[in-house]
């Protein structure tokens, strides 16, 4: 039934992907969506019968894209380069992190705080990668300390990432994220 206009739903979640982003789950409406994905009001709920719906394709978009980057960083070479391309990724994403956040974390903060099915998917995707930074770590010998140094690492950017949005500075990105890159040669 979904297959029959996926260009129509792939719209959809990606206006809402960009609106959340932008101005939260709660404050993005259904009729927010429809109007950024043009797509008719009543044609929404062919698709998402309930906001909810709409953020569990939310949360599948996200880990979709990060399975998707685990998997293409995993073509590049050691376990230092790859963990080199995952601090690149922030570094890339500069001005989107200073104007509005870690699509990710600014997501997990407000799910997290209501609650409910939607925070506990959305944390798991913080879960892989973590899972992913800590076999990055182990690969490099690092077995004693490699959960601690991938809740570092992640800890890191994604504070960074709160810093230069609550700042409106993309400056901390570059600045973190040079630190981390020659931390990581070091190990």
Not at 109 to 129: D, N, V, Y
Request: charged share 20%.
């Amino acid at each position: 039934m979904l297959n029959r206009h996926p260009d129509k739903r792939s719209r959809l979640v990606d206006a809402a992907v960009r609106l959340v982003h932008e101005q939260g789950f709660a404050r993005t409406t259904l009729a927010d969506i429809a109007g950024a994905a043009g797509v008719p009001l009543g044609n929404v709920y062919y698709y998402f019968k309930t906001k909810e719906a709409i953020g569990e394709a939310l949360v599948a978009h996200h880990a979709g894209h990060y399975a998707t980057l685990r998997g293409q960083w995993n073509q590049s070479g050691d376990a230092r380069s790859r963990l080199a391309a995952f601090v690149q990724m922030t570094a890339d994403n500069r001005a989107v992190l200073a104007r509005s956040g870690c699509p990710v974390g600014t997501l997990c903060a407000e799910l997290h705080k209501a609650g409910g099915p939607l925070a506990e998917q959305t944390g798991a995707i913080f879960t892989e990668l973590l899972g992913w930074l800590e076999e990055q770590f182990r690969a490099l010998g690092r077995d004693t300390d490699a959960a601690d140094l991938a809740l570092h690492l992640l800890s890191a950017l994604q504070g960074v990432s709160l810093i230069a949005h609550s700042l409106d500075d993309p400056e901390y990105v570059d600045r973190e994220t040079a630190r981390l890159t020659g931390w990581i040669q070091t190990l």
